[in-house]
């Protein structure tokens, strides 16, 4: 392993290891998802803090990656589709690792990046990429391996190390991953329980119990080598998980989205966060964790108040924005949410509910009403009371007693289109891959 050059100590800089998860939602058992074996994943949100409404930008893996590592929406970083058809970030758009490089850190990345077409291009000092499939069980122990040589590699220094795994992107069904019984599972409201949909949660919860074994590995290996209270360790993920009405769409379970934090010590142990934030947020909460003021002209804000013990809460967003432009089709949605409301706006006419090949090739696409709901057609507006409807099956926006309410979110979103410069607005966007 190639040695950085000697750099004097700097007080107060923890470690950080972010663990970058795909397509897993908040598919665990800490936000009240029953059934799963997840000791490890438990102990990490017993140690630290849990945000228990941190929302994705967007709901596909490129875009929502490039806001963790940019801190800007998808619309202003380049990324409005998936870098593997054709879509990529310009190098004027400063990344989280340029940003830790600059506060006195190494930089590393292992396994799975999906925000640049050509990962040396996305700022970090040493590449860590495995063999095959970036599997957690060949992501993380190749992490370990650098834990266990870090002080020597560093030079005592700070060092950002991200791991990006796989799992649990579909397929589920694979001999390496030992699926949940059936009858044990436990299926969410958006989702018609059926015996094909309990059977595709029970696949999908093996992958979850092999994510959790590779964190019980990382956190034994903090512990073994004296990292533990000098690390700050993040779980997170880009997206809901890969069902219908939620990866690929603006619900809650398409955008709300796993976040765990733990640095003894400093992150508060066993609480949790319900103010409303975003994916942006991500980048400025590292770089004021590493000691540098947050950056400006992004639009991420930091939140490391509501994770430090006596840190003082910053103000609360009073809403977060998530959008989709390109998956594997051209489906252009912008959504706000505040506490009480979602409105999202759909910008082209097509069917209720449109899922991307690996949901639409999976047994859950065959529920009835899943099935029915691809032959309806969309509304041009759907609004939500998302207190007195967690799972968004009632739209309310052609109600006049909610006109008032979708007409001020409608401005809002707008409002913020506008300022962000989201280029849907001078009208369609063209396919990058095209």
């Not at 919860?205 to 073994?224: F, I, K, M, N, R």
């Not at 009371?385 to 007409?407: F, I, K, M, T, Y």
Request: net charge negative; glycine share 8%; aromatic share 6%.
């Amino acid at each position: 392993m190639t040695l950085l050059p000697a750099r004097a100590p700097v007080p107060d800089q923890p470690n950080v290891v972010l663990i970058v998860c795909h397509d897993l939602g908040r598919h665990l058992p800490c936000y009240g998802v029953r059934g799963l074996r997840t000791p490890h994943i438990d102990r990490l949100a017993a140690e630290g803090t849990v945000l228990e409404r941190y929302f994705a930008t967007a709901p596909l893996c490129s875009p929502s990656r490039g806001s963790i590592l940019t801190g800007t929406y998808p619309h202003e970083n380049g990324l409005m589709g998936l870098v593997n058809r054709g879509w990529d970030m310009p190098d004027r758009t400063p990344t989280l690792p340029q940003r830790m490089r600059d506060a006195g850190y190494a930089t590393y990345l292992f396994g799975f990046q999906h925000e640049k077409k050509d990962p040396r291009r996305s700022g970090y000092d040493h590449l860590h990429q495995v063999r095959g499939p970036h599997h957690a069980a060949a992501v993380i122990p190749s992490l370990v391996e650098f834990l266990h040589g870090a002080r020597d590699a560093t030079r005592g220094g700070p060092f950002l190390a991200v791991a990006g795994l796989s799992e649990v992107h579909r397929p589920f069904r694979n001999p390496r991953y030992e699926p949940q019984a059936p009858e044990a599972v436990d299926v969410p409201g958006f989702l018609p329980d059926v015996p094909a949909v309990r059977q595709d949660l029970a696949d999908l919860g093996g992958l979850v119990h092999a994510v959790d074994e590779q964190v019980g590995l990382l956190l034994d290996t903090l512990a073994d080598t004296g990292l533990e209270r000098r690390t700050l360790v993040v779980l997170t993920t880009d997206h809901g998980i890969a069902f219908p009405r939620a990866k690929s769409t603006l619900y809650d379970a398409g955008i709300g989205t796993a976040l765990l934090a733990r640095l003894p010590g400093t992150v508060r142990a066993g609480a949790r966060v319900d103010a409303l934030l975003s994916n942006v947020d991500l980048l400025p909460t590292l770089v004021e964790a590493a000691g540098s003021a947050p950056p400006a002209g992004i639009a991420g804000r930091s939140f490391w108040g509501h994770l430090r013990s006596g840190g003082g809460e910053p103000p609360a967003r009073e809403e977060i924005f998530a959008e989709k432009t390109w998956h594997d089709a051209y489906d252009p949605r912008r959504a706000v949410r505040t506490e009480r409301w979602k409105y999202i706006r759909n910008f082209e006419p097509g069917p209720d509910l449109v899922l991307p090949a690996d949901i639409a090739a999976a047994p859950s696409a065959t529920a009835p009403e899943v099935v029915e709901a691809q032959a309806r057609d969309r509304a041009a507006e759907e609004l939500y009371d998302v207190v007195a409807d967690p799972w968004e099956r009632r739209n309310l926006a052609g109600l006049p007693a909610h006109s008032a309410v979708r007409e001020a979110c409608a401005a809002r979103l707008r409002t913020w289109m506008e300022s962000t410069g989201d280029p849907l607005l001078q009208g369609p966007i063209p396919d990058a891959g095209a």
